[in-house]
């Protein structure tokens, strides 16, 4: 009520009652309407579900493991111990490089295996030195025997395939080496040689290589095309008894102009030669597959 409007009313008034009437009149203020604020909203927050986290798995702190397989399908059965990196068996969708290793004459399968390759392969892995892979250490017992000279023709026609098939390898030359010790590194020049795009890496240790094969090695190393080459290591101990047949090969790489890594350490033909080298043999192989930090 505004002043004009109590004023009229009290003139009203007045006239009705007399002017005691409006003795007891007082004007009502107004009443302050106040408008309230709208209800404030709480936002219940939707809870967050904790991160999760993998549990960890026991297996990163156990070896790998040998074991024993056979392939049925050739003439004479083909036999090879493979190692397999740990926790092979829990990561299930885990690939691998594979390593195919040869064995020396009047050795057998288990020989890289006593020079301890599982055991550096393990501590390889548990240090970050390299990734993971699968090492395969065929049989070639039958040497002395007219079969022992398929070994070739079992190990690349029977043997890679089954090893693909069967086990969660990586399936391209990329990721699929060579290398042998002695009469294996022979087999090993020849069958990486002969198959550059089966085997992206040779390895040949103190390798019997010649014994009247010049001819047919060279060719070969002059019928690899450029750019299929695989990476090539050769090495070999300063008193070893193949050593003139090893510089002769080397020579050949050289004039040929293959790119290759040759080593000459101390050291004669033996297990004690071998052994002691084994961590670069491997160190070298998995260059091949360990990432390389940016800008390199």
């Not at 065929?138 to 079969?147: G, T």
């Not at 103190?206 to 019928?223: H, M, T």
Request: aromatic share 12%.
């Amino acid at each position: 009520m505004n002043t004009r409007q109590a004023i009229l009313i009290a003139a009203f008034f007045t006239l009705l009652f007399g002017p005691s009437a409006c003795s007891t009149f007082q004007e009502v203020p107004p009443t302050a309407t106040v408008t309230a604020p709208p209800p404030t909203v709480t936002a219940t927050p939707t809870p967050i579900p904790p991160t999760a986290t993998a549990t960890p798995l026991g297996c990163l702190t156990q070896p790998g493991r040998v074991e024993q397989g056979v392939v049925i399908t050739t003439n004479p059965q083909q036999e090879y111990l493979i190692y397999l990196p740990p926790c092979y068996n829990e990561l299930t969708n885990q690939r691998y490089p594979v390593l195919y290793l040869l064995h020396g004459q009047t050795y057998t399968m288990d020989q890289w295996v006593r020079l301890g390759v599982p055991r550096i392969m393990d501590e390889m892995f548990f240090s970050d030195a390299s990734i993971p892979f699968i090492v395969v250490f065929p049989d070639d017992s039958l040497w002395n025997l007219s079969a022992g000279w398929r070994f070739g023709e079992r190990l690349v026609n029977a043997l890679v395939p089954y090893v693909d098939t069967t086990y969660r390898t990586i399936p391209d030359r990329d990721h699929r080496a060579i290398g042998g010790l002695s009469r294996g590194g022979g087999w090993a020049a020849q069958l990486g040689l002969e198959n550059p795009g089966m085997f992206g890496s040779i390895g040949l240790h103190s390798p019997a290589i010649f014994k009247g094969d010049g001819y047919a090695i060279e060719k070969l190393v002059q019928n690899v095309p450029d750019e299929s080459r695989p990476r090539l290591w050769l090495d070999m101990g300063d008193v070893d008894r193949e050593w003139k047949s090893i510089i002769e090969f080397e020579e050949m790489l050289t004039y040929f102009g293959y790119p290759h890594e040759f080593q000459r350490y101390l050291g004669d033909h033996s297990e004690i030669y071998w052994g002691a080298h084994v961590r670069e043999y491997l160190r070298w192989y998995a260059e091949a597959w360990n990432e390389k930090p940016e800008g390199e």
